[in-house]
């Protein structure tokens, strides 16, 4: 034996597989991968991506244990991080989405959700009017691909201990105001709120090249007067707990979640309008638990269920008798169910930017490249 | 199988299959897809196939800041967290004695925390209310709290320096294992000062171990995204930030692919460069 040997033979594999034996192993292995040998179907969960608490909403606990399941929330910190997850192999296994009225049409023609069969969902029936004007965005061939079932702002938050009620967007940008504001995380926010300042158009989702320039370079000035641009909407609010900012982008929880830990927050109306929204819950395509996914969305825009969310998230909901049976103050207040037409006064709600040229018009694809060059910057 | 010969294709392939396979099946068949892809176009959020280098062109004409940026920072924790890992490495080594399995383990255990733990540990140490700010407030080293201790490259190179320390001084601490005492003890009885037998007699064994713990940080710094969105402030956006938006929300795979590529060349060349420049200077005496 030679040096080199005795020394390899220390490191010898104990292993004594004989290559007859491995074959035999590997071909196997290769049977059961891929000729489908495999355990007998399972039900699975229902699998839940969207904004932390939206999955309460559609959480029956009779309805999941009936069907012997349980249901898996993965939440997000943008909304276009259910697009992302879409995208990145969720098709298939996940079920719930909760996409934004915007998105929606285009989502469903980019085959990342399934038509939502109406038949199945008999509490459509008891939507405040308003919100079946919303039809237009989640409809795609005339198939349902979003069912509204809240509603809320990205309003200008100040903490009144410590500045002034900001009348305009443009506050943002005092230079007293310096490292103690903050923007919004997610693209479609941005960019309609600040089109809406430096453009003052009516839709901010009709836009030309030259006022989509022009929109940018106000957010890069806002993000010049930022203390960082915000990972998540609770970042915002921490922000806002922490005193380390003291007026910003923000979402009409954040009153509560804030002050809960004692700081005081309230909404400002600036004279450019206020971007509002409405929230959907949408079924992925192919999702593995369909004909549930139906019942439980039925089950969450049930009165009972819509009134729950609302006191609970202080958000806004769509069941009219929901509305009325709503007692928590905060909530009311804020929302006015008893006059939307009170709360929508001073509020904007753009449609989804053209996939395709229109016109003069940008896309939403060069809206996506003028964000990026945002961040950039 | 005969024990103790050395590896053999011929008669161990069926045993390395496996390994291959799994290599092939979730890298190299992954890479060499993306690299394909990378010459795609893009159409109404669909790929289109064709050969076409406007992607390429594309991150050269837009995106040569963010590729610098993040060369740049990664540079600086790279060599940062190799040169504190080298460090601690080498007073385990020296003068850890009996207890260096157990200083190793320590510094492993910072392991145990998670990776986002730590992030959110060092947002609450360098907010504007912090641990550290109070402190420095409270002793009157400074009259205000520093805002640029949080949302700012510092606090990026801060968070990865002390994520990446641990992955770091293994490597480097195997290959200081496996220097003899006696070439320091040579190096000493010949009059070197021990900085100059660490210099001469040390470090040059060790540029293996250099590069690899260099690379193991600079790779994963590239390829961050999570940490930049998180404590880095409104101008810290880096590559993997961008590569992670046309994956998902710009839905532009060709574009992404392009992306990665261009950063991993970029990021090939900056390792080389420092494998050659620690090769050179770290020459044996």
Known sequence: MTNHQHNASKFASSLTVSRRHFMMGAAGLAAVAGFGIRPAAAARDVAFLGWEGYDLAFKSTDLLGKAGVNMQPTYISAIEDIITKLRGGGIGSIDLTTLIYQYVSFCGQSDLLGAIDESLVPNLSAMHPRVKALDKFLRVDDKLYGVPFTFSAIPLLYNPDLVEEPKSWLDLLKPEYKGKVVGYPDVMSMIVTWSKVANGLEDPSRMTREQLDKTVELMIKVKQNSRTIPSSLGEISDMFSRKEIVMGMGWEPMIKWAGDKGVNLKIASPKEGTFAYFDTVNIAKDAPNRELDHALINWGLSAENQKTFAEGNILGIVNQDAMKAVTDKTVAGIYHFDDLDAYFADKFLPGMFPLEQEGEFVTWDDVLGAFESYQRA | ?285
């Open chain 2, 1 to 285: 199988m005969s024990d103790g010969a050395p590896l053999s294709l011929k008669r161990d392939g069926a045993l390395l299959l496996p390994a291959a396979a799994v290599l092939a099946g979730l890298f190299i068949g992954p890479m060499l897809y993306f690299l394909v892809v990378s010459f795609f176009k893009v159409s109404l959020f669909k790929i289109v196939p064709g050969f076409d280098l406007g992607n390429y062109a594309k991150v050269v004409g837009s995106y040569g800041p963010p590729i610098l940026f993040t060369m740049g920072i990664g540079f600086l924790i790279a060599s940062v967290t190799t040169v504190l890992a080298f460090i601690v490495a080498h007073l385990i080594w020296t003068r850890g004695r009996r207890f260096s399995g157990i200083l190793l383990a320590a510094t492993l255990l910072t392991l145990f925390g998670g990776y986002l733990v730590k992030i959110y540990a060092w947002r609450t140490l360098l907010g504007r209310d912090g641990i550290v700010n109070n402190t420095l407030v409270g002793l009157g080293i400074v009259r205000e709290p520093i805002e640029a201790l949080l949302y700012s490259p510092v606090a990026v190179v801060l968070v990865l320096v002390s994520y990446l320390l641990p992955f770091a001084i293994l490597p480097l601490y195997g290959a200081l294992r496996s220097i003899e005492e006696k070439t320091i003890e040579a190096a000493r009885d010949l009059g070197a000062s021990p900085w100059a037998a660490v210099r001469d007699a040390v470090l040059p064994r060790c540029v293996p171990a250099l590069v690899t713990a260099f690379a193991l940080c600079f790779l994963v710094t590239a390829g961050d995204y999570v940490t930049p969105r998180m404590v880095g402030g409104t101008r810290t956006m880096m590559m993997g930030n961008f590569i992670e938006s046309q994956f998902g929300l710009r839905m532009n795979v060709p574009l992404g692919a392009a992306m990665t590529y261009l950063t991993i060349t970029a990021s090939i060349a900056v390792i080389a460069f420092v494998w050659l420049a620690l090769k050179t200077v770290l020459r044996p005496k």
